[in-house]
């Protein structure tokens, strides 16, 4: 039974990932809380829909409500957590939860499952770099989440193949959903959302649940043409209007209509080993002097910025950034780029390590002292390395794509495809 199969996720790699969490404790133990609550709200979306016929679409958005409420919770402790020594576990669960989201996918929930769930690799993998020598538990943790998810994919494939199956008779109850069956973990405390601030959800991160409002509503006013309105059957509509167009309607947000988010208030600051810059537009003049070389720069959703960092530091982020350069002497890490569209970075030192992730644009110019660098990149475009060559540089374009194929011994064999044109 598709509710049995649900609950042995439940209460088996969850609660594996939820004992590990409370073990790390901070804002891991916190964080896992709203995961365990959205887990058992969608347990209970899952029963009704074992027990009763499917509803009309407005009773959908209703019933949904608590699991897209409890992610979006998921999602901004996590953006309000950016400080956290713990930030890439919480970056990882906010990048992959959205998976909960299978039950508004059809026709094949499956393959969502699993694309979410590669969506939080990049933090996960993040997270191993860390504390694989350090401290084991992180590693079980990592293991656990993944596996997490893995069997949800493996569930879905199961019993919901082509979408989550309404296999009851009877209409939804009026007193609401019904509680967990008996073996369950209990469902957490009832938070109260309504005095939380919206906040920065993240680019695109909610998505998915603002698209339950539309849910069938795309398709409501099509007309379904019979043979009666066709105009190749009957001659007498071939002189008369044009045919239906529905109206386009603007896309509606989760929640009810909202007004724009005004920009958040820029920061500049220095916070123990961390300096933060968060939300510059149009600034040319940032500098970060005197920062010691376990400081680390941290660049959040800057526009049309140059930031100058003088001196030898432990490491560079730009997360979300467009249009903004980085300038700096030394780095003892590496230079990371997250979610960027047309940034850039010159090293007038050495710069072990440069990482591009999900970054459009994004220009690399290095200096003779950098040039064993190595640049590690993923899910990016129109990346290119400019290499000192006597008072000018030479533009050497980062491979985006490769051939693959199949070897004798049944491995697989990847290439470079050269651009020839």
């Known amino acids: 039974m598709s509710v049995y199969g649900y609950t042995d996720i439940i209460q088996g790699p969850l609660a594996q990932y939820l004992r590990i969490s409370q073990e790390l404790g901070g804002d891991v133990a916190e964080h896992s809380r709203l995961v365990q609550g959205a887990f058992n709200a969608q347990l209970q979306y899952i029963q009704l829909a074992a027990e009763s016929a499917q509803p009309g679409q407005a009773d959908v958005v209703n019933l949904l409500?608590?699991?897209?409420?409890?992610?979006?919770?998921?999602?901004?402790?996590?953006?309000?957590?950016?400080?956290?020594?713990?930030?890439?576990?919480?970056?990882?669960?906010?990048?992959?939860?959205p998976a909960l989201g299978w039950v508004t996918v059809s026709p094949a929930p499956s393959p969502y499952v699993k694309e979410m769930n590669d969506a939080g690799q990049f933090y996960t993998n993040r997270v191993l770099k860390d504390f694989r020598e350090k401290d084991k538990r992180h590693v079980d943790w990592v293991k656990t989440w993944i596996q997490t998810l893995s069997d949800l994919q493996a569930f879905v494939k199961q019993y919901h193949t082509t979408g989550l199956v309404w296999s009851g008779k009877g209409a939804i109850k009026t007193g609401g959903a019904p509680p967990p069956p008996p073996g369950c973990p209990p469902p957490p405390p009832v938070i109260d959302f309504s005095t939380a601030a919206a906040?920065?959800?993240?680019?695109?991160?909610?998505?998915?649940?603002?698209?339950?409002?539309?849910?069938?509503?795309?398709?409501?006013?099509?007309k379904k043409v019979?043979?009666?309105?066709?105009?190749?059957?009957?001659?007498?509509?071939?002189?008369?209007?044009?045919?239906?167009?529905?109206?386009?309607?603007?896309?509606?947000?989760?929640?009810?209509?909202?007004?724009?988010?005004?920009?958040?208030?820029?920061?500049f600051s220095h916070e123990g080993k961390k300096w933060l810059i968060e939300y510059q537009k149009n600034r040319q003049d940032l500098v970060v002097d005197n920062a010691e070389m376990n400081n680390v720069v941290y660049l959040f959703k800057c526009e049309n910025t140059t930031v100058q960092v003088k001196g030898k530091i432990n490491s560079i982020t730009m997360d979300s950034c467009k249009k903004t350069s980085i300038v700096f002497d030394n780095l003892v890490s590496s230079m990371e780029f997250i979610n960027c569209q047309s940034v850039q970075m010159q090293v007038f030192g050495k710069v072990p390590t440069i990482s591009i992730d999900k970054t459009d644009g994004c220009q690399v110019y290095l200096s003779n002292d950098s040039l064993d660098v190595e640049i590690i990149s993923s899910k990016s475009s129109e990346m290119n390395v400019l290499i000192p060559k006597g008072d000018d540089y030479v533009e050497i374009a980062v491979p985006e794509q490769y051939r693959t194929k199949i070897t004798p011994n049944k491995t697989l064999h990847t290439e470079i495809v050269e651009n020839k044109g």
């Open 226 to 267: 019979t043979s009666d309105m066709q105009t190749h059957k009957n001659t007498a509509l071939r002189q008369g209007p044009a045919p239906f167009k529905p109206p386009v309607a603007s896309k509606p947000v989760f929640g009810g209509a909202q007004a724009a988010p005004a920009d958040k208030a820029p920061v």
């Open 65 to 97: 409500k608590p699991t897209s409420d409890k992610i979006g919770a998921i999602q901004e402790f996590s953006e309000k957590h950016r400080t956290s020594p713990f930030f890439n576990h919480l970056a990882a669960i906010s990048a992959s939860i």
């Open 199 to 222: 906040g920065d959800a993240g680019p695109d991160r909610s998505a998915l649940f603002a698209e339950i409002n539309r849910g069938q509503d795309v398709t409501r006013n099509l």
